[in-house]
């Protein structure tokens, strides 16, 4: 069974700059897993941020940013604003099945 | 506007069955993979089941194969979930979500399995 591994915490200053990661347990990740991630805020269904490792939908402000690093899918977010404080997910794609990370939450202090 | 509104969640015991419903509007439809995510309380995000726009191809998780049936009715602009032989496991938000991106989302459906 494929495994996603995300980092469970992560905390940031305001203003500052964090990186997330999605890492897989097949091995490195491609633009072929089309990585994809969304944020979570407490009580609201998931919002779509990335699709296709490094797109923005037209709703997701400029300083969230997608790229592969270091054989994973990663989320950088600059000039982290409060209201970043939340859970991130990401899921990547192995041919027909869809598998979620299990999710990191981003302490904005 | 796209949106999606799911209903059909509630409280059923084990060995139970429901059917979810998700509402669709703002988009063409039957142009669309659609897609049912799950969350238990406090926990991350599953990929229960999705259906090609046409309904040819369908999967299921592991955790819900041979239970679960998901279905879509184009003319309806409707995606289902039926679920049978419930479990105290299946307790979760249900979400429904729009296409290969899982670009929009419902606000999700409460299912308690519990006697």
Same mark, same amino acid.
């Given at each position: 069974?494929?495994?996603?591994?995300?980092?469970?915490?992560?905390?940031?200053?305001?203003?500052?700059?964090?990186?997330?990661?999605?890492?897989?347990?097949?091995?490195?990740?491609?633009?072929?897993?089309?990585?994809?991630?969304?944020?979570?805020?407490?009580?609201?269904?998931?919002?779509?941020?990335?699709?296709?490792?490094?797109?923005?939908?037209?709703?997701?402000?400029?300083?969230?940013?997608?790229?592969?690093?270091?054989?994973?899918?990663?989320?950088?977010?600059?000039?982290?604003?409060?209201?970043?404080?939340?859970?991130?997910?990401?899921?990547?794609?192995?041919?027909?099945?869809?598998?979620?990370?299990?999710?990191?939450?981003?302490?904005?202090? | 506007?796209?949106?999606?509104?799911?209903?059909?969640?509630?409280?059923?015991?084990?060995?139970?069955?429901?059917?979810?419903?998700?509402?669709?509007?703002?988009?063409?439809?039957?142009?669309?993979?659609?897609?049912?995510?799950?969350?238990?309380?406090?926990?991350?995000?599953?990929?229960?089941?999705?259906?090609? !726009? #046409?309904?040819?191809?369908?999967?299921? %998780?592991?955790?819900?194969?041979? &239970?679960? *049936?998901?279905?879509?009715?184009?003319?309806?602009?409707?995606?289902?979930?039926?679920? !049978? #032989?419930?479990?105290?496991?299946?307790? %979760?938000?249900?979400?429904?979500? &729009?296409? *290969?991106?899982?670009?929009?989302?419902?606000?999700?459906?409460?299912?308690?399995?519990?006697?």
């Amino acid at each position: 069974q494929t495994v996603v591994t995300q980092e469970p915490s992560l905390t940031v200053s305001p203003g500052g700059t964090v990186t997330l990661t999605c890492a897989s347990s097949t091995g490195a990740v491609t633009s072929g897993n089309s990585p994809k991630w969304f944020q979570q805020k407490p009580g609201q269904a998931p919002r779509a941020l990335i699709y296709s490792t490094s797109n923005r939908h037209s709703w997701t402000p400029a300083r969230f940013s997608g790229s592969l690093l270091g054989g994973k899918a990663a989320l950088t977010l600059s000039g982290v604003q409060p209201e970043d404080e939340a859970e991130y997910y990401c899921l990547l794609y192995y041919g027909g099945v869809r598998v979620f990370g299990g999710g990191t939450k981003l302490t904005v202090l | 506007e796209v949106q999606l509104v799911e209903s059909g969640g509630g409280l059923v015991q084990p060995g139970g069955s429901l059917r979810l419903s998700c509402a669709a509007s703002g988009f063409t439809f039957s142009n669309y993979e659609m897609n049912w995510v799950r969350q238990a309380a406090g926990k991350g995000l599953e990929c229960v089941s999705y259906i090609s !726009n #046409s309904g040819s191809t369908i999967y299921y %998780a592991d955790s819900v194969k041979g &239970r679960f *049936t998901i279905s879509r009715d184009n003319s309806k602009n409707s995606l289902y979930l039926q679920m !049978n #032989s419930l479990r105290a496991e299946d307790t %979760a938000v249900y979400y429904c979500t &729009r296409g *290969t991106g899982f670009d929009y989302w419902g606000q999700g459906t409460l299912v308690t399995v519990s006697s």
